[in-house]
């Protein structure tokens, strides 16, 4: 009785707080619809991991018949682990993800730091909004330039390469198997190296200023500064930022390793990732096999979301800060 009158009370209270807040409240239903649309309503599609493939074909018929008298199973899931390609995919997407994370994810931070300690603010904006300037271009633009710079044939930089003896002639270095991943990385920092620094510029300069003048007047260099000042102040959004790149290591970049497998013309091991393995699944086979590749969305779905638990469990133990 006591527990149900409490729940009334919480009920009544949290109706009171709709009420209350009524005209905020309808700022949220343009995104609670668009988040039903576009996440919740696909869910559905999850059904079709649990569906034998044999003799499932989506395009042979009325989608909710094919459903309906599909045959269900767990064998999907099974054959996961079975495939040698599934474990390649994954150790490509753990590496080029994992060296992302080491070396990316700190490159932003130290961007932002240098930016905040120039002296002249319209310079330091100036150079934020070069280094942004990356990002808003497509994979497929941005491939495509670097194709052209690295080309053997009059490429700007490979010319420079084989001037200084660093490459010959006949070698194209994009399709290089042992380059891949370096060259992966590379244009994944020169792309999104600059736009990551923002939040964690804005997050310097909301700093009161005068904990710096207190410091430099303490005698406190600018290393000191940055170590015992900076850094600390800005651990919230480093927390924040970091469990949500954890969260993100199984996507290691479709769009952009598509883009940059066009180049080749045989399917190098180092270039099968998560995204590219399910594509492929679906779209780059005659027999596309859409509950296998279902499976596997769900599968890596679960890891993100385990490494997004796990994230948050280590900076709140670490950096004394998390999503929740």
Same mark, same amino acid.
């Given at each position: 009785?006591?527990?149900?009158?409490?729940?009334?009370?919480?009920?009544?209270?949290?109706?009171?707080?709709?009420?209350?807040?009524?005209?905020?409240?309808?700022?949220?239903?343009?995104?609670?619809?668009? +988040?039903?649309?576009? =996440?919740?309503?696909? *869910?559905?599609?999850?059904?079709?991991?649990?569906?034998?493939?044999?003799?499932?074909?989506?395009?042979?018929?009325?989608?909710?018949?094919?459903?309906?008298?599909?045959?269900?199973?767990?064998?999907?899931?099974?054959?996961?682990?079975?495939?040698?390609?599934?474990?390649?995919?994954?150790?490509?997407?753990?590496?080029?993800?994992?060296?992302?994370?080491?070396?990316?994810?700190?490159?932003?931070?130290?961007?932002?730091?240098?930016?905040?300690?120039?002296?002249? %603010? @319209?310079?330091?904006?100036?150079?934020?909004? &070069?280094?942004?300037?990356?990002?808003?271009? =497509?994979?497929?633009?941005?491939?495509?330039? @670097? +194709?052209?710079?690295?080309?053997?044939?009059?490429? %700007?930089?490979?010319?420079? *390469?084989?001037?200084?003896?660093?490459? =010959?002639?006949?070698?194209?270095?994009?399709?290089?198997? =042992?380059?891949?991943?370096?060259? &992966?990385?590379?244009?994944?920092?020169?792309?999104? %190296?600059?736009?990551?620094?923002?939040?964690?510029?804005?997050?310097?300069?909301?700093?009161?200023?005068?904990?710096?003048?207190?410091?430099?007047?303490?005698?406190?260099?600018?290393?000191?500064?940055?170590?015992?000042?900076?850094?600390?102040?800005?651990?919230?959004?480093?927390?924040?930022? *970091? &469990?949500?790149?954890?969260?993100?290591?199984?996507?290691?970049?479709?769009?952009?390793? @598509?883009?940059?497998?066009?180049?080749?013309?045989?399917?190098?091991?180092?270039?099968?990732?998560?995204?590219?393995?399910?594509? /492929?699944?679906?779209?780059?086979?005659?027999?596309? /096999?859409?509950?296998?590749?279902?499976?596997?969305?769900?599968? /890596?779905?679960?890891?993100?979301?385990?490494?997004?638990?796990?994230?948050?469990?280590?900076?709140?133990?670490?950096?004394?800060?998390?999503?929740?």
């Amino acid at each position: 009785m006591i527990e149900q009158n409490y729940n009334q009370g919480y009920f009544k209270r949290q109706l009171r707080n709709v009420k209350k807040h009524r005209s905020l409240m309808l700022f949220l239903i343009p995104a609670a619809i668009f +988040t039903l649309v576009f =996440s919740y309503i696909p *869910l559905m599609g999850i059904i079709f991991a649990f569906i034998d493939p044999a003799g499932f074909d989506l395009t042979g018929g009325p989608v909710l018949w094919n459903v309906i008298n599909a045959n269900f199973t767990f064998q999907n899931f099974v054959q996961i682990f079975d495939n040698p390609t599934f474990w390649r995919a994954i150790g490509n997407t753990l590496i080029i993800s994992g060296i992302r994370l080491l070396l990316i994810f700190p490159l932003s931070i130290f961007i932002a730091i240098q930016l905040s300690e120039l002296k002249r %603010a @319209w310079l330091a904006k100036f150079i934020l909004i &070069v280094i942004c300037l990356p990002n808003f271009f =497509s994979w497929a633009v941005v491939i495509a330039m @670097w +194709t052209g710079l690295l080309d053997m044939q009059g490429g %700007a930089i490979n010319e420079l *390469l084989i001037r200084w003896g660093l490459n =010959s002639p006949n070698n194209p270095l994009l399709i290089h198997d =042992s380059l891949f991943r370096p060259f &992966v990385i590379f244009f994944q920092a020169w792309r999104g %190296a600059g736009w990551g620094s923002i939040i964690f510029y804005a997050a310097i300069a909301s700093i009161d200023k005068s904990y710096y003048e207190a410091a430099r007047i303490d005698g406190a260099n600018k290393l000191k500064r940055i170590i015992h000042l900076s850094i600390p102040s800005i651990l919230p959004t480093i927390a924040l930022m *970091l &469990v949500l790149a954890i969260s993100g290591i199984m996507d290691a970049g479709f769009e952009q390793i @598509w883009a940059m497998m066009q180049n080749s013309a045989h399917f190098i091991d180092s270039q099968i990732i998560l995204g590219t393995y399910i594509f /492929n699944l679906v779209r780059g086979t005659s027999t596309p /096999n859409e509950p296998f590749a279902t499976a596997l969305g769900v599968f /890596n779905g679960m890891i993100a979301l385990s490494l997004m638990l796990i994230g948050n469990f280590i900076t709140r133990r670490t950096l004394k800060r998390g999503l929740w």
